[in-house]
């Protein structure tokens, strides 16, 4: 045997496993399904060949995925398997004919859409959800029950006649809408984005805090009833049944009696499917028959009676017309390829995102180059490649730009991010625009009937330059503005008058600091009862307060050293704007706790780290965010680690378990 055979395999393992890793512990795939897939298949190949060279932990042998150190670990009582892969018709009756061979009666298959998201499995006792628990690497999962039970499509009591005990396993994925709500809000937030609902839902699954986990809202749908006894003669009856129970059973799914059936499922899905709400990746076929599954079984990684067809990313050819430059409400540069126009996935594709430099440097683009755009797991289309045969010699490689187009100042590179930014925040018009569009958002000061649009307007016409400058508006202004009549006039005026009463929290979230957002906002109206205490305090007393971290304390510190944001709030204060911490925000219990800090470490079980904390101001104690000589009290539940462990050597530190920290408080 070749040595370089053995080479090339082993290569092919090393190289699988470390995407197998980046794509379901880090969420983040470094090459696309079907290039994976072609590496698997080519890997399966020489092992087939080389049988010599067997490796148990091969991943062609193996579910990818594997147990994080965050949740317990839980043995799955019934393996989840992977699903063997299918690209082409050609392998759909390869694997009919396998089946036959096996099988010498008819065979029905059922034809269900394969939900691009993370699996999961629920054991239900006597009608109660127990316990969900993921597919980890088809051994042993994390046990994320908390998690599961905050999805609204999971029920967590059934009726009618169910059985004692079963497992119901199904794929938990984000519909495009919230995905994109989401993405919507770190873009407010300044965080970076997320690249795909697939991996969102499954990061979000594997979060620490419940809470967290439900402002996700993520979705389910359950796809495979499992226990040692099973209550029907087929899977289609599962599925019927398990509706009835109460469980979310896609309604797309189809009972098929030939492959021809199969072909016209998978055809109308592959046209159809950017339709749905929601991301499906392919479809996945099962035979019917629960005996005739026993008796066809599973091979090492997959069960032999169920095969995946997988759609192929769409790609198309086109031209790259100009490579654009769009500046962001906070200043971020993002480079657009704007392209001739061209059918993708159902949609016309105009434009594709290039995200920065460094991408548009590893393309090598040129000017007018002929480019491949293809809509894969994300939302916005890519490019992808170059068709380098079409390149004209003299055509010149795109260089990206130094300075704002908008307001003409040097742009800044953030090295760790690869991202350039205008640093003119107060004066580069879409900045300008853009936060005093946050500042009217609902979240922020909520002043209904200005727009997005009436603002722009505002600012053309050097109406206004700054949130302060809303509350000087007068009717006379607003009037001769294009599409202005006497009554959406009168709306401004009257929101404008409105938001004087929203609180400060809100405000300080609309008045724009840069990574302040809505959580932090919070916090900090928490812990400072006004605006001049806030712009009083120092970096280092600002990072005591929970969740600030130094980014964020230092931005505050340069927000309030700037004469222009001073002024600002100047005037919002002698318009009325709440710039100080209403009466009783959160009613006081009692002082017991008063001149006491707290913190609160590990799985929390009587009660949750949000309700802990509130208890603690309300008896007039302080929560802060990291173990140091400061804290007085550690508060620990299971499972606690590094905090604990660093309190320890900390003399003046108690540390409570709940029950005593309960104890604390109700003393009088
Ligand atoms: N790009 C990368 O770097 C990379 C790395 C690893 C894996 N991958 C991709 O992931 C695939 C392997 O992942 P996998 O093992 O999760 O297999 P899979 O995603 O191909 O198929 C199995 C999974 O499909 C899901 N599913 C969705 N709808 C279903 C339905 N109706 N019935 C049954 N199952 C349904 C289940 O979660 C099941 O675990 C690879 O083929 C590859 O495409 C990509
Ligand atoms: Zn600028």
Same mark, same amino acid.
């Given at each position: 045997m070749p040595e370089n055979i053995q080479q090339k395999i082993e290569d092919l393992r090393t190289e699988l496993h470390q995407h197998n890793y980046d794509y379901y512990i880090l969420d983040e795939a470094a090459i696309s399904d079907f290039e994976f897939d072609l590496k698997l298949k080519e890997l399966q190949e020489l092992e087939k060949n080389h049988p010599e060279l067997y490796d148990p932990n091969s991943p062609t042998l193996r579910v990818g995925g594997e147990i994080t150190k965050n949740f317990p670990t839980i043995q799955h009582q019934f393996r989840m398997y992977s699903l063997d892969n299918s690209y082409d018709f050609d392998d759909l009756e390869d694997w009919e004919k396998r089946i036959i061979k096996t099988i010498d009666e008819p065979v029905e298959f059922v034809a269900e859409l394969k939900y691009d998201g993370a699996s999961i499995s629920i054991l239900y006792e006597n009608g109660k959800l127990r316990q969900g628990v993921t597919? /980890?690497? /088809?051994f042993q999962g994390d046990e994320i029950t908390a998690n599961v039970k905050t999805i609204s499509d999971i029920p967590l009591t059934l009726h009618g006649d169910f059985p004692t005990q079963f497992f119901m396993r199904g794929e938990i994925y984000l519909t495009r809408k919230n995905f994109n709500k989401i993405n919507l809000r770190r873009e407010e937030e300044g965080l970076d984005l997320f690249m795909n609902p697939r991996n969102t839902a499954s990061g979000s699954l594997k979060m620490q805090d419940s809470a967290e986990v439900r402002k996700r809202g993520l979705s389910a749908v359950l796809y495979q009833f499992i226990s040692s006894e099973i209550p029907a003669e087929t899977h289609w009856e599962l599925l019927q049944n398990s509706r009835k129970w109460g469980f979310k059973v896609s309604d797309q799914a189809k009972l098929c009696r030939n492959l021809d059936e199969i072909k016209d499922f998978i055809t109308y899905w592959d046209e159809h499917r950017h339709e749905l709400p929601f991301e499906i990746d392919g479809i996945v076929l099962k035979v019917n028959s629960i005996k005739q599954q026993s008796q066809l079984g599973y091979t090492a990684k997959s069960p032999r009676w169920a095969m995946a067809y997988k759609f192929k990313a769409e790609k198309v050819e086109t031209e790259l017309l100009t490579v654009a430059y769009q500046v962001g409400r906070t200043g971020a540069i993002t480079p657009v390829a704007n392209l001739r126009p061209v059918l993708l996935a159902g949609t016309i594709v105009k434009r594709a995102s290039l995200h920065n430099e460094d991408i548009i440097k590893k393309l090598g683009l040129h000017e007018h180059d002929f480019v491949y755009v293809e809509k894969g797991g994300e939302i916005i289309p890519k490019i992808v490649g170059i068709n380098e045969e079409k390149r004209k010699v003299d055509s010149r490689e795109v260089e990206y730009i130094t300075h704002c187009p908008e307001c003409g100042t040097e742009l800044v590179r953030i090295e760790d991010q690869a991202i350039h930014f205008c640093p003119n925040d107060l004066h580069c018009p879409p900045q300008v625009v853009g936060r005093m569009i946050h500042y009217v958002s609902r979240k922020a000061l909520d002043i209904e009937g200005l727009g997005a649009e009436t603002i722009e307007q505002l600012y053309r016409e050097k109406l206004v330059e700054n949130p302060a400058d809303f509350y000087v508006l007068t009717k006379e202004q607003l009037l001769p503005l294009e599409r202005m009549a006497e009554k959406s006039a009168q709306n401004i005026l009257d929101g404008v008058e409105k938001s004087k009463k929203i609180p400060f929290e809100k405000v300080l979230f609309g008045i724009g600091i840069k990574h302040v957002g809505e959580t932090v906002a919070k916090k900090l109206a928490k812990n400072f009862d006004s605006i001049e205490s806030l712009q009083n305090a120092t970096a280092e007393e600002l990072i =005591?307060?929970?969740?600030?971290g130094g980014k964020i304390a230092e931005s505050i510190v340069e927000f309030f050293q700037n004469p222009e944001n001073l002024l600002m709030i100047e005037r919002l204060k002698s318009y009325g704007v709440q710039l100080e911490r209403g009466e009783n925000p959160n009613e006081t219990?009692?002082?017991?706790? =008063?001149d006491k800090t707290f913190l609160f470490t590990g799985k929390l079980s009587l009660f949750t780290r949000e309700a802990a904390e509130e208890m603690v101001e309300k008896h007039g104690g302080k929560n802060i965010s990291a173990v140091s000589k400061n804290l007085n009290y550690l508060v620990v539940g299971e499972k606690a680690g590094s905090k604990l462990k660093k309190a320890q050597d900390i003399r003046t530190i108690i540390i409570l378990d709940e029950q005593e920290f309960l104890t604390l408080i109700a003393a009088e």
């Open positions: 597919r /980890g690497d /088809g =005591q307060v929970e969740d600030i219990l009692s002082d017991i706790l =008063q």
